[in-house]
């Protein structure tokens, strides 16, 4: 009702508590989300070049919040064609700068294979009929601080599920995986990765964190059609294919961590990660 000419009134009715947001939503509404997925599709590269060079301007005026809500919409949209671009963004400029690294490339002729590359967020490929998805369980050696953490701070079923796999006779994993890295001085972090790193422990976070997001995928529906596995993950393997919970599968990880850590042996040998090409010697 404004304060002068002519005033106009809007009779509504009660509201529709069965439409209401349940509390789960709510609690997803009102939480930070980390990153966005900006998917587009089109019939050809022209098309697709030509829909990623409309969005390099929109991308460079809008703000966080629209962001979500460009993801939102584009999300929505019935698939145009088998050519695919996704883009993982945190914020509006990372989005404008990755769109312009494809439109150079798309500008060149480059393939949909050359623009691919998982490691800067940018996801790049020709759709296929009825696809079906790898799940792969990584091993010993996949562990850091704060692992998982977005996901653990968004989604509150998460809390549930660590809180049913801590161990009420130790230290609960979810304390050794959270740490607030900000509050601590270099050699408090340093204690924190070496806690984490011990075989006793790290086995069963990194089953822990593999159930976590296990967890997050089902709750958008994404099923594995198939697992593989590196070494401990094959416990994680197990326990998708329902084989046993998840309370079960991070209980057996510690069983396997405190027996391998009670090993006494004078040489336990070690581990060797090598970021290499398959053809690289």
Not at 78 to 85: H, S
Not at 159 to 177: G, K, N, R, V
Not at 238 to 244: F, N, R, V
């Amino acid at each position: 009702m404004g304060f002068g000419g002519a005033n106009g009134h809007i009779t509504l009715e009660e509201a529709n508590p069965d439409a209401a947001p349940a509390e789960e939503q709510l609690k997803l509404l009102g939480s930070n989300q980390a990153s966005e997925l900006i998917a587009l599709s089109a019939p050809d590269l022209a098309t697709l070049q030509a829909e990623v060079s409309r969005l390099v301007p929109i991308a460079r005026k809008i703000c966080l919040a629209e962001l979500t809500d460009l993801s939102a919409a584009l999300a929505k949209r019935t698939p145009q064609g088998p050519c695919r671009l996704a883009f993982v963004v945190g914020t509006p400029w990372q989005f404008a700068d990755k769109l312009e690294l494809a439109l150079q490339e798309l500008r060149q002729g480059a393939e949909l294979s050359a623009i691919h590359d998982p490691a800067s967020g940018i996801f790049a490929g020709t759709a296929v009929e009825s696809p079906q998805w790898v799940a792969l369980f990584p091993g010993q050696g996949s562990h850091r601080l704060n692992m998982g953490e977005p996901y653990h701070a968004r989604f509150p079923f998460l809390q549930h599920l660590y809180s049913q796999c801590d161990s009420p006779a130790q230290q609960p994993l979810s304390t050794q995986i959270f740490r607030d890295v900000l509050a601590g001085d270099a050699p408090t972090r340093e204690g924190w990765e070496l806690e984490l790193r011990a075989t006793h422990v790290a086995q069963p976070a990194i089953v822990l964190s593999s159930m976590a997001t296990l967890a997050v995928l089902r709750f958008f529906g994404l099923e594995p059609h198939v697992a593989i596995v590196h070494s401990l993950g094959e416990i994680s393997a197990l326990a998708a294919g329902g084989a046993w919970d998840a309370g079960t599968a991070v209980r057996l990880a510690a069983l396997r961590g405190r027996a391998m850590a009670s090993l006494n042996t004078p040489d336990p040998g070690g581990m060797v990660a090598l970021a290499a090409q398959p053809d690289e010697d």
